[in-house]
């Protein structure tokens, strides 16, 4: 569906994925005729959407010959995979975050416009505890909107560390409701983390948390609400994944989007402070210059606690061990992947 | 100056042969566009750690007078054996600029809907903005380039839901 933000000046529109509707099997063939070093090494690659996530690591995990290669794999089942006698796993500090989103709109009763309350929940979480614990240490903590290994991260960023004394002192000067929950939204997928961040929440703020665990089927209404700006939020924090197609110019894709006035996250009023940096980014064609100003909207983003900074998760792929896949931080791709001589296909051919 | 490494060159000793078949499962809401990113060319794309590579161009420059060259990797076909010129950028953008919202992330990967693109040569266009846009090579991440049959017959979603919005 198509979320529409906003019609002047300029006309801004995000597409909402409320389902899939793809083939049982995808067949890609080698291009032979690709003149490049990435000509393809496989000579056939299939992606099947005929099996349950369930099936599909069974299938690499316990055989060969029918699954070589599954991606999003859960941390829950990577020692299995770790296990395996067929399959390896890979993972990659890929450019993915989870982060909690504000919700600043001036309508609501939550004194989130309030940097302090938000740099009280920032510190309230253990996204160290969160990354070693809840992801069973496939993730790093985040100082802030930029992962670590990405161009545009502000020099001397460093994740917070739980600092539950300061994060009172600074959520009472801000002036939170007594008895007013806090209510914690949250993809059902990541209902986990949530729920870690919400114990943190209690403990150090006396606060009560309420967990709201959205179900995949009510993804699309919540996101388009989101998106679109015009109804309500029922939350006050929604837990919110997100990607980067690149490690280059993290605000482009990740900063403007949860932040500017053309964001498709963004839960608050439109901030000008962001807007001229963003703006002054976007018109700069240099690229030591263009990266100094990315590291400055990162800065500004991290000292305003514009949002609940959590972790970067990895990607995970279980693969067949007679498969060598190079994984990729912001793609998945599999020009470079090649199979050895033990490997089913071959050994069948 | 160009501002990013370009695509390796074959190794002398020719291409791999391609051999044997993997089964994949990827349930990630984005395989449409890994799909896409194995099968079609972008005038860049990302090397392994994420940064950016010339990929379908083997040149993008600012000039002095404002306009942004892209020079087409000398010798690419589409599978079908049609060469890969800069006119079939142009077309590509034009395409492109048809749309309101194309891309399913946002139309923060839209070009400003008064950039233009000339092609001086086979091998080389060039783009015009209004303003400046330092994000043009974060936006041919998703800028897919396709042979001229992909837009007699499919499109993107042109065949299936004769619209190419939401569809890049």
């Known amino acids: 569906m198509l979320a529409i933000q906003k019609v002047r000046p300029a006309f801004v529109a995000t597409s909402i994925i409320t389902g899939e509707d793809r083939s049982p099997r995808v067949v890609l063939e080698a291009n032979r005729a690709h003149d490049t070093a990435r000509t393809a090494r496989l000579e056939r690659v299939v992606f099947r959407n005929d099996l349950s996530p369930q099936e599909a690591l069974d299938a690499v995990c316990d055989r060969e010959g029918e699954m070589d290669i599954v991606s999003e794999v859960s941390p829950a089942d990577a020692a299995r995979v770790e296990r395996s006698e067929h399959a390896r796993l890979i993972a990659i500090d890929a450019n993915r975050l989870i982060v909690g989103l504000f919700n600043r709109r001036p309508d609501h009763d939550a ?7 938000r740099e009280a929940l920032n510190l309230a979480v253990d996204r160290h505890r969160m990354a070693a614990e809840g992801l069973g240490g496939h993730a790093t903590p985040l100082a802030g909107m930029t992962p670590a290994w990405c161009n545009g991260v502000f020099p001397g960023a460093e994740a917070r560390r739980r600092d539950a004394a300061r994060a009172a002192e600074l959520a009472a000067a801000a002036g939170w409701s007594p008895g007013r929950p806090l209510r914690l939204a949250t993809p059902a997928a990541l209902e986990g983390l949530a729920r870690m961040a919400a114990a943190d929440i209690e403990d150090a703020l006396g606060l009560r948390v309420e967990v709201i665990a959205v179900p995949p089927s009510d993804e699309g209404v919540g996101a388009r609400r ?3 700006k015009k109804l309500p939020l029922g939350w006050d924090v929604l837990l919110h994944p997100w990607f980067d197609l690149s490690s280059d110019m993290p605000p482009a894709f990740v900063h403007r989007e949860f932040f500017g006035h053309d964001g498709a996250f963004r839960a608050g009023p439109e901030d000008e402070e ?3 940096r963003f703006a002054e980014l976007a018109r700069t064609t240099d690229p030591d210059e263009a ?3 990315a590291e400055d909207v990162d800065r500004y983003c991290f000292e305003q606690s514009l949002a609940l900074f959590l972790v970067a998760p990895q990607a995970l792929y279980a693969v067949n061990r007679h498969v060598d896949f190079k994984a990729y931080r912001a793609t998945f791709e599999l020009a ?4 050895s001589a033990e490997h089913w296909s071959r050994r069948e051919a | 100056m160009s501002s990013v ?3 390796r060159a074959m190794p002398e000793a020719g291409p791999p042969v391609p051999v044997g078949t993997v089964h994949v499962f990827d349930p990630n809401p984005l395989n449409w566009l890994f799909v896409t990113w194995n099968t079609m060319e972008e005038p860049v794309r990302t090397d392994h750690e994420g940064h950016t590579v010339l990929a379908l161009a083997e040149a993008a420059e600012w000039r002095a007078d404002g306009g942004f060259a892209v020079t087409v990797r000398r010798g690419a076909r589409f599978q079908d054996g049609e060469p890969c010129t800069a006119h079939s950028i142009k077309q590509n ?5 048809k749309w309101a919202a194309p891309h399913p992330p946002g139309t923060y990967l839209n070009f ?3 950039a233009t693109c000339t092609v001086e040569d086979e091998q080389t266009c060039v783009f015009r903005f209004p303003e400046p846009d330092g994000l043009i090579m974060a936006k041919f991440r998703g800028f897919h380039i396709a042979g001229s049959s992909f837009w007699h017959t499919h499109g993107f979603g042109y065949k299936k839901t004769g619209s190419g919005e939401g569809h890049w």
């Open chain 1, 274 to 276: 962001f807007d001229r």
């Open chain 1, 226 to 228: 989101l998106v679109e």
């Open chain 1, 291 to 293: 990266r100094r100003q």
């Open chain 2, 112 to 114: 400003h809907p008064d």
């Open chain 2, 5 to 7: 490494a370009t695509e």
């Open chain 1, 336 to 339: 470079d992947t090649e199979v």
């Open chain 1, 111 to 117: 004194p989130l416009t309030d940097a302090r309350m």
């Open chain 2, 93 to 97: 953008f034009d395409e492109v600029q």
